[in-house]
């Protein structure tokens, strides 16, 4: 079928409106965590590789960073009243590993970062605003990266679960629906092969990609025998 007609079939220039999706269809918006919380050395939080990498000069382009972001963290409340006054019925945010676990390894939660995503959940229930969780969009705690090598070694698969389970044990009484991993790919190959993306290796890109991409699926699937 040509594009024109394709277009034309699938009615192009007609204005569509929520009453066109089934009743059940969910509309909403969606962030990450080091994208919009800011307070990067609040609350107790760790580092993570972003945080590193964004500081290491010629990473990026700008010389910007996450550290303030749009101050989510501070600023939560109206970010949820802007969801809930557009009419979303869902807002789908990560969890910062380091803000639970600030080392990545699971000895000791983090209580100040449990207690700002209570809140957050809370105050998205509130609204009636369905939470969905993202438990990792590539903020990876820095220690790990330092001390086993990130994705490249299997024992992150360990630490995912520890993390994940917390954050079952902590939220899910309110929130049922998880995003274990996001996009993958792009922590394989832009943090393990091209390096663009942190933690910016390059090195082994013979190896590295696939060993990461391959702990992610063995973290993904273990997260999901936990939950």
Request: net charge negative; charged share 20%; glycine share 10%.
């Amino acid at each position: 079928m040509a594009k024109k007609e394709l277009f034309k079939e699938n009615g192009e220039g007609e204005e569509v409106c929520k009453a066109d999706f089934p009743p059940n269809f969910v509309f909403g918006v969606a962030t990450a965590a080091y994208q919009i919380e800011g307070a990067c050395n609040e609350g107790s939080r760790g580092a993570s590789i972003w945080n590193s990498f964004s500081h290491t000069e010629g990473k990026i382009i700008d010389g910007s960073s996450g550290d303030v972001a749009v101050d989510h963290y501070h600023r939560y409340k109206e970010d949820v009243n802007l969801i809930h006054k557009f009419g979303f019925d869902a807002y789908r945010f990560s969890i910062s590993w380091s803000r639970i676990f600030p080392d990545g390894v699971g000895t000791k939660v983090n209580e100040e970062g449990i207690a700002f995503y209570n809140n957050l959940i809370n105050a998205l229930i509130e609204k009636g605003i369905q939470p969905f969780i993202t438990l990792y969009h590539w903020d990876l705690p820095l220690h790990l990266q330092e001390s086993i090598g990130g994705w490249l070694d299997k024992q992150i698969v360990n630490y995912f679960a520890i993390y994940a389970d917390t954050c079952f044990a902590h939220f899910g009484d309110r929130v049922k629906n998880w995003i274990t991993i996001n996009e993958p790919l792009q922590t394989a190959v832009n943090g393990y092969d091209t390096g663009i993306f942190a933690p910016g290796r390059r090195e082994g890109s013979s190896e590295e990609p696939y060993l990461a991409a391959h702990h992610q699926i063995l973290a993904h699937a273990t997260a999901v025998s936990i939950y």
